[in-house]
Nanobody, 128 residues
Framework: QVQLVESGGGLVQAGGSLRLSCAAS????????MGWFRQAPGKEREFVGS????????YYTDSVKGRFTISRDNAKNTVYLQMNSLKPEDTAVYYC?????????????????????WGQGTQVTVSS
């Protein structure tokens, strides 16, 4: 069982930056691939990016490439989403999610159903 708690959301002007954190419980965090998703009002939950369990590989959806960066600190059981050059269309509730993969996985998981564990979400609002 993994419990996830996101933090760091808020209101920011277009062009600004935010860093989201996702703290995980448990002693085997380094065996979990982590994903970030977002959901805007009236829209489906969409993949933002993911990072493999070792942190060796990251994947991003096209709309955030070059602006968002995912990293993780396995010693702190935490994954981060650094968001730069934010746009109003980035406004959404952001969720982190976890999937057990083992430490050496390099696989890409981009669908919500790929993940078994979810945080409660944190609101990000970008004003124009």
């Amino acid at each position: 069982q993994v419990q996830l708690v996101e933090s760091g959301g808020g209101l920011v002007q277009a062009g600004g930056s935010l860093r989201l954190s996702c703290a995980a419980s448990g002693r085997t965090f380094s065996s979990y691939g982590m994903g970030w998703f977002r959901q805007a009002p009236g829209k489906e939950r969409e993949f933002v990016g993911s990072i493999t369990s070792s942190g060796g590989m990251t994947y991003y959806t096209d709309s955030v490439k070059g602006r968002f960066t995912i990293s993780r600190d396995n010693a702190k059981n935490t994954v981060y989403l650094q968001m730069n050059s934010l746009k109003p269309e980035d406004t959404a509730v952001y969720y982190c999610a976890a999937r057990y993969t083992g430490y050496y996985s390099r696989s890409y998981y981009g669908r919500p159903l790929d993940y078994a564990y979810w945080g409660q979400g944190t609101q990000v609002t970008v004003s124009s």
